[in-house]
C-alpha cells in the first residue's frame, strides 16, 4: 500500500489477535480503540501483501463517496448466486442506467401506498405477541418475529403477494431458503478458506447453496411470469383491474416495458432479487436495535408513545402524511441508527487515485472501508458516542454538523435507493408497537452485535413485552 503523507501511522493492525477481532470476530470495541487512536483513518494489513485503508472522518468520507469508484470485487462475487448483477453489485454505466430506471420506484407517490400493507404484517406480528403474552410480562426474543414480518413485509410490496410466513414461517420453502442463503453468504465472507471458489462450490456449504439460490430464482421466475401472463389476459380482455398499490414487480415491469433492448428478463429478475435480499438483511435489525434502545431509556420510549398517541390515536389506522409528524420518534430513529447502523461498513476499490483534504493520498487499487461504526462513534465528532441522546437530530444540532457525520444510507451517487421505504417501515413498526406494547431490556441477555456485512444480533434480542391497557 503506497500512503503519502503515511508518517502519522505506525503499521497498524495486523494478521495477530488485534486484526482477527477486527475482521472476523467483529469485534467492534477494538475499531474503537483504533478510531481514538487514529481520529481520520487507520491501514490495516491482512497477511504481507494485501491491506485495506479504513476511514470514518467526515471530511475523508464526503472526498471517498463523491467519487464512483467499484465496490470491492469480493463481496460482490459472494452475493452474486442470490442477487444476480442488481443495484447492489452493478459497477460502472449499467448500474447508472439502472439507478436511473427505479429511482422512480421509490418515490413518495409508490411509498405512500406501501403504508398500509406495512401496518398489515406489524398488526400481524403484534397479535402474535399477544398471544404470547396475554396479561403478564413476558420475555421473548423479538429478532425471529421482526425478522419474518419484515419478509412478509417485502413479499407483499415486491409482488403483491400473502405468504402467511409470519404463521408458518417453518412450512415456508421460500421463507427458508431465504434465511439459510443468507447465512450461508457471511459464512463465506467471513471464512478465508472458502474464499476461493473451487473450493467453496465443492463443499457442503457450496451445494447447498446453488440449491437454495436456484429456488429463490425459480420463485422470483415464476412470480414475474406469472404477472405478465395476467397483465396479457387484462389487455385481452380490455379488462384491466388497478391493484389497491403499484408493487416493485409493477415498478420494474414497467421499466423493461420502456427500455426492452437495455433492461432484460435477467436484469429484471436481479432487482427484484435485490430488493428482496437486501431490504431482508438490514431492516429487521434496524427495527430490533430501535426497540432495543427504548426499551433501555424508558423515558425516550414514553415521550415516543405520547407523541404517537397524539397523531394517531388508538393506531386504528396510519398515513404516509402522519408519519412526516412523528419528529421525536424520528429523531429517536436516526439516533438508533447511528448508534447501530444495519451496515456497519462499505468499501471501494479506488479506480485512480485519491488525495483527502489534509494532504494525505493512496494510489489507485487500494481498497478503501468507510467504517460507518466508526464515523458515528468517532467521539472526535460525538459527544459521549455511547450516549442514546436524540435530541443530537434536532434541526438546530443537525444544523450545526457535518453534512457527513451521519451515514446509516451512504452519501452520494451511490447512497441507498430504499433509505424512504426504510424510513416509513421503521416508523410504522415503532409506532404501531409502542402503541400496544411497553418494553424493558432483559439484564441477563444484552444485546451482542455481531458485526459482519450486515449488523446482526448474536445471541438474538431479547425483551420484557408488557401488553398495554
Known amino acids: 500500500m503506497k500512503i503519502q ?77 442470490c442477487l444476480g448483477k442488481g443495484l447492489v453489485s452493478l459497477d460502472g454505466p449499467k448500474w447508472f442506467q439502472h439507478r436511473c430506471l427505479l429511482t422512480p420506484g421509490y418515490s413518495a407517490n409508490i411509498l405512500k401506498s406501501y403504508v398500509e400493507v406495512m401496518a398489515h404484517s406489524v398488526n400481524m406480528m403484534l397479535g402474535k405477541w399477544e398471544k404470547i403474552c396475554g396479561t403478564q410480562d413476558t420475555i421473548v426474543e423479538v429478532f425471529e418475529h421482526i425478522n419474518l414480518m419484515a419478509l412478509d413485509i417485502l413479499m407483499k410490496c415486491a409482488f403483491s403477494q400473502e405468504t402467511n410466513c409470519q404463521i408458518n414461517s417453518h412450512c415456508d420453502l421460500y421463507v427458508k431458503s431465504t434465511f439459510e442463503a443468507s447465512k450461508i453468504i457471511f459464512y463465506r465472507l467471513y471464512s478465508f478458506l472458502r474464499h476461493h471458489n473451487i473450493l467453496f462450490n465443492f463443499s457442503p456449504e457450496g451445494h447447498r447453496l446453488q440449491e437454495t439460490s436456484q429456488m429463490l430464482h425459480q420463485h422470483t421466475e415464476k412470480a414475474i411470469q406469472d404477472r405478465k401472463k395476467a397483465l396479457e389476459e387484462e389487455k385481452r380482455q380490455d379488462n384491466t383491474q388497478k391493484r389497491k398499490h403499484q408493487d416493485f414487480l409493477d415498478v420494474v415491469l414497467s421499466v423493461q416495458a420502456e427500455n426492452r433492448d437495455s433492461f432484460s428478463d435477467t436484469d429484471l429478475r436481479s432487482e427484484v432479487n435485490t430488493f428482496l435480499l437486501a431490504g431482508q438483511d438490514t431492516m429487521p435489525g434496524a427495527i430490533s436495535w430501535l426497540l432495543y434502545h427504548l426499551a433501555l431509556n424508558p423515558e425516550h420510549q414514553e415521550r415516543c408513545r405520547e407523541e404517537i398517541r397524539s397523531i394517531l390515536g388508538d393506531g386504528s389506522s396510519i398515513t404516509w402524511d402522519q408519519l412526516d409528524e412523528m419528529s421525536y420518534t424520528t429523531m429517536c430513529i436516526k439516533e438508533s441508527l ?6 456497519p461498513s462499505i468499501s471501494r476499490e479506488l479506480s485512480k487515485p485519491i488525495t483527502f483534504p489534509d494532504g494525505l493520498s493512496l494510489t489507485a487499487g487500494i481498497t478503501v472501508v468507510l467504517s460507518i461504526w466508526g464515523l458515528h462513534h468517532n467521539p472526535a465528532i460525538w459527544k459521549k458516542p455511547k450516549v442514546f441522546d436524540p435530541l443530537r437530530f434536532s434541526q438546530e444540532n443537525s444544523d450545526q454538523r457535518h453534512s457527513h457525520s451521519f451515514l446509516p444510507f451512504s452519501a452520494g451517487p451511490r447512497n441507498c435507493v430504499g433509505q424512504h421505504f426504510a424510513m416509513a417501515e421503521l416508523k410504522v413498526a415503532i409506532a404501531l408497537i409502542l402503541l400496544r406494547f411497553k418494553v424493558t431490556p432483559d439484564p441477563t441477555r444484552p444485546l451482542v452485535f455481531l458485526s459482519q456485512v450486515i449488523l446482526k444480533p448474536k445471541n438474538g434480542v431479547h425483551l420484557h413485552l408488557k401488553k398495554l391497557s
Open 338 to 343: 447511528r448508534l447501530a447502523p444495519p451496515v
Open 5 to 81: 503523507g503515511h508518517e502519522r501511522f505506525d503499521r497498524g493492525p495486523g494478521t495477530s489477535e488485534p486484526w482477527r477481532d477486527l475482521l472476523q470476530d467483529g469485534k467492534m470495541e477494538k475499531l474503537e480503540e483504533l478510531v481514538e487512536k487514529y481520529p481520520c483513518a487507520f491501514p490495516c494489513w491482512v497477511g504481507p501483501f494485501q491491506a485495506f485503508f479504513y476511514i470514518y472522518d467526515p471530511d475523508y468520507a464526503k472526498t471517498f463517496l463523491s467519487r464512483t469508484d467499484p465496490k470491492s470485487k469480493y463481496p460482490c462475487k459472494v452475493l452474486l448466486p
